[in-house]
């Protein structure tokens, strides 16, 4: 009776060590999300800023050497 007994045990323990880590890569999974979504909006309004510049640079009739 002991040795079911631990094994059931360490079957328990497994599967609450398998749960602490899925939580923690669905934690860091969310984080990098936020990351790159936060990366994406620089991204796009260095973008934005660059393409102002060159428009503006165009209108003024100056080319870049």
């Given at each position: 009776?002991?040795?079911?007994?631990?094994?059931?045990?360490?079957?328990?323990?497994?599967?609450a060590?398998?749960?602490?880590?899925?939580?923690?890569?669905?934690?860091?999974?969310q984080?990098?999300?936020?990351?790159?979504?936060?990366?994406?909006?620089?991204?796009?309004?260095?973008?934005?800023?660059?393409?102002?510049?060159?428009?503006?640079?165009?209108?003024?009739?100056?080319?870049?050497?």
């Amino acid at each position: 009776m002991f040795w079911p007994m631990i094994a059931i045990a360490l079957g328990f323990l497994g599967i609450a060590v398998l749960g602490v880590l899925a939580i923690k890569v669905f934690v860091e999974a969310q984080r990098l999300g936020r990351q790159v979504a936060d990366t994406t909006r620089k991204v796009n309004r260095a973008a934005e800023e660059l393409e102002r510049a060159a428009v503006d640079l165009a209108g003024a009739g100056e080319t870049l050497r």
